[in-house]
Nanobody, 117 residues
């Protein structure tokens, strides 16, 4: 079982930056892919960025060049650096890790990001 705790959300003006953190319990976290998802009101949850245990990353098109996902395995933590934020980035952001089947099955409680125009 993996437990995930997100932090770092808040209110920021358009063009600003935030860094989200996802702290995990259990050393097995270090060998698992981790992803950041977000869900805006009235919309489906969408994948924002992911990172493999080896550090390979993937981003949804709308955040490419603005967001950076990284991990510090020594601290069992994954980060999402968000720059040049836009109002459409407003959402609850969740981190997720995979189960033994490779499915994103473990979720944190989420952290709210609000970008004002």
């Amino acid at each position: 079982q993996v437990q995930l705790v997100e932090s770092g959300g808040g209110l920021v003006q358009a063009g600003g930056s935030l860094r989200l953190s996802c702290a995990a319990s259990g050393s097995i976290f270090r060998v698992k892919p981790v992803a950041w998802y977000r869900q805006a009101p009235g919309k489906q949850r969408e994948l924002v960025a992911s990172i493999t245990s080896g550090g390979s990353t993937n981003y949804t098109d709308s955040v490419k060049g603005r967001f950076t996902i990284s991990r510090d395995n020594a601290k069992n933590t994954v980060y999402l650096q968000m720059n040049s934020l836009k109002p459409e980035d407003t959402a609850v952001y969740y981190c997720s890790s995979t189960n033994w089947r490779g499915q994103y099955a473990y979720w944190g409680q989420g952290t709210q990001v609000t970008v004002s125009s």
